[in-house]
């Protein structure tokens, strides 16, 4: 078997990531994780000194569409689901306060 994760590794990478885990979830994280890691390991052990550098898997070239002129759409249309809108706007609670106001 490969390297394996302990709960306590699962927990602090949680904490960096501000995730809330049942200890439930600790343990079943603890596993996947453990397994993937196994994977990787595995997939280091094959000989890739021969296989070219790669940033895509296949050869592909400038797949980009012409750039063209389109109407856009209207705020009317692209503010229909908002939960609120106002004047054509989305309307959203103000996050931050402002100094002197």
Do not use: C
Not at 2 to 16: F, I, K, M, N, Q
Not at 21 to 34: Q, Y
Not at 45 to 58: G, K, N, R
Not at 72 to 101: C, H, I, M, Y
């Amino acid at each position: 078997m490969g390297p394996t994760l302990d709960e306590s590794t699962v927990r602090h990478v949680a904490g960096l990531a501000r995730l809330r885990l049942t200890d439930d979830e600790v343990a079943r994280f603890a596993r996947e994780l453990s397994d993937v890691l196994s994977y990787i390991e595995k997939l280091n052990e094959l000989d890739t000194l021969a296989v070219p550098p790669s940033a895509h898997a296949l050869d592909v070239r400038n797949a980009l569409r012409e750039d063209e002129v389109r109407a856009s759409w209207t705020s009317d249309k692209a503010t229909a689901n908002a939960a609120e809108r106002q004047d054509g706007f989305f309307s959203v609670p103000k996050v931050l306060e402002q100094e002197g106001g």
